[in-house]
């Protein structure tokens, strides 16, 4: 093959995409030495969190707003804010790379910053209690509890649950396939990365709940499953302020401080520690909650996993069945 053939299946500058700018800053940062211990961060940034994400979008199409929406979906998914911020650098270096590269003339994700406050790490994977779970379902305001009956039941993200459409309930089969969700901007599209698209199995909480539901919600014109009074895309901001927040608050779910004790991505939490008591196993559960690795659920998820007593009778029986051989 001469090279003007091969110049003709080259992919072109505005073709390049976010993995392939990855690939690039990687074997930079191996050409300039780094340690390894860091090399190994950057490899675990960009492939855990960044290429499953993202990793197909092309570069020169890439905004800040997915960028903005790239951060908060790791927030919410439990990622803790340090990490988050360490992940939020490799990716402005990726795209820096792509800029020297001359596929892109300006760095979008220099322009995102965490501005999210929160009180501490800890507080992100605060786990509601079963005492506190069957609160939110006994208390929950009519217009909003069977999105938190649905929430707590499929681990759904709050995004997924405000961009879910009828057509993508299927309550014969008892099917949730998601497909779509909605960004922070109220505007629908597509699951961040590829495990983001998944089917979840409904409980008969969330058939009963939402045969009934669709019954009595007036169609809307994008066919909405939990449209707001004006057959919109529900704002994150009034669901939580307006809702959740005082929610909790009127049914003492607060913190030290007498504030709200978590927030609304805590219901995916409480999904998944409902999910693991059930022993389902970890592959599974990352299925169900579209996780794009199984280092991410075991990296929020695996201390639920651990179980003492369940130990104990192990390393028992691995005694037992030694001895007795």
Not at 10 to 20: A, G, H, L
Not at 146 to 151: D, R, S, W
Not at 256 to 269: Q, W
Request: include cysteine; charge should be neutral.
């Amino acid at each position: 093959m001469s090279n003007q053939e091969e110049e003709v299946h080259m992919p072109r500058p505005t073709e390049k995409t976010v993995k392939d700018a990855c690939d690039s800053w990687l074997k930079t940062c191996e050409r300039n030495d780094l340690e390894r211990s860091t090399l190994k961060a950057y490899r675990s940034h960009a492939r855990v969190h960044i290429e499953p994400r993202i990793g197909r979008t092309l570069v020169a199409e890439l905004s800040r707003s997915q960028v903005r929406d790239f951060m908060h979906d790791l927030l919410d998914d439990g990622v803790s804010p340090a990490l988050v911020r360490k992940v939020m650098v490799s990716l402005r270096a990726v795209l820096a790379e792509a800029v020297e590269r001359e596929w892109i003339e300006h760095n979008v994700a220099t322009d995102v910053k965490m501005r999210r406050r929160r009180r501490s790490e800890s507080d992100e994977r605060v786990i509601p209690t079963k005492e506190e779970i069957r609160l939110i379902l006994e208390n929950a305001p009519a217009s909003h509890r069977v999105m938190f009956v649905t929430a707590i039941f499929t681990g759904m993200r709050i995004s997924e649950l405000r961009g879910l459409t009828w057509k993508h309930v299927d309550l014969e089969r008892g099917m949730i396939r998601i497909r779509q969700r909605a960004d922070e901007n109220c505007r629908l599209g597509a699951p961040k990365s590829k495990a983001g698209v998944r089917d979840i199995p409904m409980s008969p909480a969330v058939k009963r709940e939402l045969t009934a539901w669709q019954a009595r919600t007036p169609e809307t014109e994008l066919g909405l499953v939990f449209p707001n009074g004006a057959g919109k895309i529900q704002n994150y901001a009034n669901i939580y302020n307006r809702i959740f927040k005082p929610m909790l608050v009127a049914n003492g779910i607060v913190n030290d401080d007498g504030e709200a004790k978590f927030g609304i991505h805590a219901l995916r939490h409480a999904a998944a520690s409902l999910f693991i008591e059930q022993g389902w196993n970890p592959k599974k559960i990352q299925t169900l909650l579209g996780h794009a690795s199984i280092n991410m659920t075991m990296d929020v998820y695996g201390h639920l996993f651990e179980n003492a007593e369940e130990d104990i009778s192990m390393f028992e029986k691995l005694e037992s069945d030694l001895l007795a051989a």
